[in-house]
T-cell receptor
Framework: KNEVEQSPQNLTAQEGEFITINCSYS?????LHWLQQHPGGGIVSLFM???GKKKHGRLIATINIQEKHSSLHITASHPRDSAVYIC?????????????FGKGTLLTVNP | DTGVSQNPRHKITKRGQNVTFRCDPI?????LYWYRQTLGQGPEFLTY????????KSRLLSDRFSAERPKGSFSTLEIQRTEQGDSAMYLC???????????FGEGSRLTVL
């Protein structure tokens, strides 16, 4: 079983819809990252969080440390949000410079 | 542009050839990471540098792989005697502190025929 599981694997939405992507992990962590990857490969960091909630524009990320679960929400989705969204965790203790990644969620937003 | 730069962006090679990728991190970042990503998977950790010191090398890296960061600035990842299983996207990232935000390059895609 992967240490970081994302759901759904694929998500298709209509422009304007509210979107939720989920991430569950099975190890103790010091931080969780949400990243965005566009076709062609480049990865952009969206959020780094260790508790509570963060908001940036139309994006909201939440984390529940006790339940080992995080969600990424996109409000008023737009076709330009189409990308792969990846959850990654930084383990607590030991080699905390490494990230362990989920497989990603492919989001397609249709106009 | 002062982001993380990787080159070449794409490399097609025949099995058995050697390839080298270069990563130029953000200039003030002393930490540099290499990750590998295969189709449909998340990136996997390969190696980590703090300044010029290579502090960890994943078991994913066989003896055919070597990474350097000679002056603590740019880094190179060399793959010798490439195999088809080496086909992947090789991602470089840098950060200014150990548990800080990572800044990724655009990646170098390797195809081994």
């Amino acid at each position: 079983k992967n240490e970081v599981e994302q759901s759904p694997q694929n998500l298709t939405a209509q422009e304007g819809e509210f979107i939720t992507i989920n991430c569950s992990y099975s190890v103790g962590i010091s931080a969780l990252h949400w990243l965005q990857q566009h076709p062609g490969g480049g990865i952009v960091s969206l959020f780094m969080l260790s508790s509570g909630k963060k908001k940036h524009g139309r994006l909201i990320a939440t984390i529940n440390i006790q339940e080992k679960h995080s969600s990424l929400h996109i409000t008023a989705s737009h076709p330009r949000d189409s990308a792969v969204y990846i959850c990654a965790v930084r383990r607590s203790g030991g080699s905390n410079y490494k990230l362990t990644f989920g497989k990603g969620t492919l989001l397609t937003v249709n106009p | 542009d002062t982001g993380v730069s990787q080159n070449p962006r794409h490399k097609i090679t025949k099995r058995g050839q050697n390839v080298t990728f270069r990563c130029d991190p953000i200039s003030e970042h002393n930490r540099l990471y290499w990750y590998r990503q295969t189709l449909g998977q998340g990136p996997e950790f390969l190696t980590y540098f703090q300044n010029e010191a290579q502090l960890e090398k994943s078991r994913l890296l066989s003896d055919r792989f070597s990474a350097e960061r000679p002056k603590g600035s740019f880094s190179t990842l060399e793959i010798q005697r490439t195999e088809q299983g080496d086909s992947a996207m090789y991602l470089c990232a840098s950060s200014s502190r150990e548990a800080g935000e990572l800044f990724f390059g655009e990646g170098s895609r390797l195809t081994v025929l």
